[in-house]
């Protein structure tokens, strides 16, 4: 199985300064057709998961431009250019490409 | 509006069979875009990937639930069924059920609200 390494595990930010979170596959997310199925959620306390972000760094509908997402092969980022309160929760990438999908450990991040 | 909700019982005993349902309510279970599938979180852990089923049978599980798993729609009810054999404590989690879209590889883009289940006796 593809396994999937996030860092930080925790990420304390203080409120309008950036934060990045990392995520690493043990193999390259690029499937066959040439897309990369590497998505990110967020799960705020005590609700269920959120997608941000499909294939690498499509925002999904609703999502605050201050997310983005980047990366390519095994190497992968999520950044939030301005934390605001609302987005204090854990965040989880997860790649479709090989099967079984897998999701990384998560990163909580917390207002300083 | 497209809501997912599941359901089932909250305790199951070891060695039991868990059985949960998923409703599917504001769009049909049976539109050919989708696949509908199952994902738990243990408390205080991260998210695993159980399965997906698709309203024309095809289903997938993953294999490291081994053949205790079985994943299947009900296009007559709108739902979407969890049953997971010879429970233990290990198996107590957040049920979630999630749809994606076929061909997108797992991206899932919608989740019910999750239901807690406890295996204990």
């Known amino acids: 199985d593809v396994v999937m390494t996030q860092s930080p595990l925790s990420l304390p930010v203080t409120l309008g300064q950036p934060a990045s979170i990392s995520c690493r596959s043990s193999?390259?997310?690029?499937?066959?057709?040439?897309?990369?199925?590497l998505n990110w959620f967020q799960q705020r306390p005590g609700q269920s998961p959120r997608r941000l972000i499909y294939?690498?760094?499509n925002r999904d509908s609703g999502v605050p431009d201050r997310f983005s997402g980047s990366g390519s092969g095994t190497d992968f980022t999520l950044k939030i250019s301005r934390v605001e309160a609302e987005d204090v929760g854990i965040y989880y990438c997860?790649?479709?490409?090989?099967?079984?999908?897998?999701f990384g450990q998560g990163t909580k991040v917390e207002i300083k | 509006q497209l809501q997912l909700q599941e359901s089932g019982p909250g305790l199951v005993k070891p060695s039991e069979t868990l059985s949960l349902t998923c409703t599917v309510s504001g769009g049909s279970i049976s539109t050919s875009s989708y696949y509908w599938a199952w994902i738990r979180q243990p408390p205080g852990k991260g998210l695993e990937w159980i399965g997906s089923s698709h309203y024309s049978g095809n289903t997938y599980h993953n294999p490291s639930l081994k053949s205790r798993v079985t994943i299947s729609v009900d296009t007559s009810k709108n739902q979407l069924s969890l049953k997971l054999s010879s429970v233990t404590a290990a198996d107590t989690a957040v049920y979630y059920c999630?749809?994606?879209?076929?061909?997108?590889?797992?991206?899932?883009?919608?989740w019910g609200q999750g239901t807690m289940v406890t295996v204990s006796s």
């Open positions: 193999q390259s997310l690029v499937y066959s057709d040439g897309n990369t199925y």
């Open positions: 997860m790649q479709g490409t090989h099967w079984p999908p897998k």
């Open positions: 999630a749809r994606h879209v076929g061909g997108e590889k797992y991206a899932f883009d919608m």
């Open positions: 294939k690498v760094s």
